[in-house]
């Protein structure tokens, strides 16, 4: 299983192959990544997986983007939300997104302070060992005219 997060900033790539933990590799070669709590998650067990996964300028306002599922996920259900610390649900309410497809982000005019964009993942009956998607998020900055961005 893959979860590729892009920004504009560049792309975070979670490889899971074979069973979930079993084989895995990330872009910086770790066996798992770590979720908002610090501790590595390879995605082993189906409960949720929730990762701080982009971190947003001061300023930024979310203005679309989607989660795009590549390949179907072999699991019972996969609910996916995507939010903030604050709320959970911010662009994306939880839903099952496992099969083929595309669900688009829901803008709301929020003008964050520097959160991270929040990706939580539950898998339902047994944990999924395929499937791939991309959670893209675009934002815009306010008071800016410039459109290059260090963070």
């Known amino acids: ?44 067990t189906a409960v949720a997986h929730i990762f701080d996964a982009i971190k947003l300028p001061v300023g930024a306002c979310v203005v679309g983007g989607g989660f795009f599922v590549e390949t179907a996920f072999n699991t019972t259900t996969y609910a996916v939300m995507v939010g903030d610390a604050t709320t959970n649900n911010r662009y994306l309410a939880s839903g099952d997104r ?23 993942i539950t898998p339902t009956g047994s944990t999924a060992t395929t499937g791939k998607a991309t959670l893209r998020v675009l934002y815009t900055i306010r008071n800016r005219s410039n459109e290059s961005s260090t963070t």
């Open 98 to 120: 496992k099969a083929l497809g595309y669900t688009a982000l829901v803008p709301t005019e929020f003008v964050g302070t520097g959160e991270e964009i929040r990706l939580t």
């Open 1 to 44: 299983m893959s979860i590729r997060v892009s920004n504009p900033a560049g792309t975070h790539d979670w490889h899971f192959t074979s069973a979930p933990g079993n084989s895995a590799t990330s872009t910086n070669g770790a066996a798992s990544v770590n979720n908002v709590s610090g501790v590595a998650d390879g995605f082993a």
